[in-house]
């Protein structure tokens, strides 16, 4: 605990560790630097309650609980029903229960809550065509895991590819639009 990565070179990292004991120097051919999620400072300035990590804590409806007007998503928050990993799995689907939210707070209807799914596929690309995946305690590496992430990635990126044949005029440019985005 409270080590620090000082160096990290060809063939090792150095590690200053925490109990103040000479810093380790770990050999190794690869470095997989895989670092959490960190809520970001400013956030603590906001004056919405927070965790002790600084993560604005959100209800079921991922509204500060104090501002129901006020919505939050992705890694800054807090889920306080229960907690979850900062995992992109989880913001992707928090963002359209806040946009049908907005749209019901200017309808005067009642918020929707958030039901967020137990656990999640975490996937890491590793190199040319290869990856390693966890699922439920399962671990997984190579050019499989691989395809199954290029498949995700690429049918979630299709849902945000606008109709040819659904043009809008915004201002002097023309956008087109995906179906699921609203224009207020």
């Given amino acids: 605990p409270n080590s620090k990565v000082t160096l990290v070179d060809e ?4 590690v200053e560790r925490g109990d103040g004991k000479q810093p380790s120097v770990i050999p190794c051919d690869t470095v ?3 670092t959490g999620a960190d809520a970001p400072p400013v956030v603590k300035d906001f004056g919405l309650d927070h965790d002790e990590s ?3 804590l959100v209800n079921e409806c991922l509204q500060a609980p104090k501002y129901p007007y006020i919505y939050a998503a992705g890694d800054c928050i807090t889920f306080a029903r229960r907690p979850l990993a900062k995992a992109g799995v989880y913001a992707v689907r928090e ?4 946009s049908q939210n907005l749209l019901r707070s200017c309808r ?5 809550p958030y039901d967020p799914q137990n656990g999640h596929l975490a996937l890491l690309l ?9 699922w439920k305690g399962l671990s997984m590496h190579g050019s499989l895991v691989w395809k199954l992430k290029d498949s995700i990635d690429t049918a979630f990126m299709q849902r945000f590819v606008p109709p040819v044949d ?3 005029c915004l201002s002097s440019h023309l956008v087109r639009i995906p179906p699921p ?4």
């Fill in 95 to 98: 963002g359209p229960i806040i």
């Fill in 32 to 34: 997989i630097w895989a």
């Fill in 108 to 112: 005067s209807q009642p918020a929707i």
């Fill in 11 to 14: 063939q090792s990292i150095t």
């Fill in 181 to 184: 985005v609203v224009v207020l």
């Fill in 54 to 56: 600084g993560y604005i």
């Fill in 126 to 134: 590793t190199g040319k065509h290869t990856a390693l995946g966890s």
């Fill in 166 to 168: 659904e043009p809008i």
